[in-house]
């Protein structure tokens, strides 16, 4: 279960529970900045990880011990050691902050999983004080990076908390900039404040992938990325193949013509766009209407050929080279694909690449090859 949803259902039988997010790693770490455990009171873990193995196991010790207090603590973890007994095998540091969620604060998870539903993204902002006490808890929504709006409504939520702006690093740096950073490097920003420490969570909102298109390779494109954590809507203008027997995983199927499904349809900044359709007419047309669209991502199905043609058809009606180059097509990361099961991989692997900033593509072992190779020829020399 989403780790918001979680929280939600635990408070409807807990009066609180502990929340452990890993605020900043470096190095070699089990999980990632941002990954989030939820502890009930007697050490019982629900939903999420922080990585495993005896760090873990000593957050919740913590977790058990802080039960009650109502305060919060910020732990750092040396894992510079092989943990075999546990299974791993790490090289770095990490930061978790545990934190006590109670039903007071139902309103604001209940506004953060919200804004998350929706695809967009928001900060939570903590204040800490020395004491270990958490005097302020606020949800501050944010237009999207790429967006000329980008954190204005952070900043207008963020004059109404005076005392932050007292501190030199905000009069330096606008708070704009310090969240773009945080959510740049997905680790939560700190800032000392003369109330204690002010800390502001990045959280990504869910996105959302419409497929056009209920075929065999949709199926398995529906899947994957249900899987990968994004919210899925599949349109078809055939009912038998727009439905929830056919995709149970999927958040909503349309069985509409997909002009009608593109009227009803509100495709934002963060909405990602696959068009796999049964026919070359159906996937000019809708491209020619999502183009249009600020979507994050578009991808298109088809062989080059296929794909030249529908550009050269395109072009003539208004579509620009500059629009065109936006889109992923022929669609997919080239791994040798040929089933339809792998077709669907490819193209999930695509999204969360793009959904991951567009890094560089490459052989994760190739790095530790080349060290083989410089070992082999060190042990030829002996």
Known sequence: MEIYSEILSALETEESIMLATVISTSGSTPASALSKMLVKRGGVLTVGTIGGGCMEGEVVQHANRLYGSGKAEIHSFELNEDETESGLICGGTLEVFLEPITREHIKLITEVKGIRDEGEDCVVATLLSPEGTITMKEVLPIAPQHSTEWGSRVVKKMEKLVFAFSDPQFQSKPISDIVKKAFHNQQTKRVKTEQGEFILEPVRGTPSLIIFGGGHVSKYISSFATIAGFQVTIVDDREKYANLVRFPEATATLALDYG????????????????VTRGHQYDEEILKRVIKTPARYIGMIGSKRKVLTTYEHLL??????????????????????????????????QLINERRGRLPLRNKSEELNEQLRAFGQKKSLV
């Open 260 to 275: 009608q499904a593109l009227e009803k349809l509100k495709i934002r900044e963060s909405t990602y766009v696959v068009i």
């Open 316 to 349: 003539p009606r208004g579509i620009s080279i500059e629009a065109l180059k936006r889109v992923h097509a022929p669609i997919g990361i080239e791994i040798g694909a040929v089933t339809a099961e792998e077709i669907g991989i490819s193209i999930v692997a």
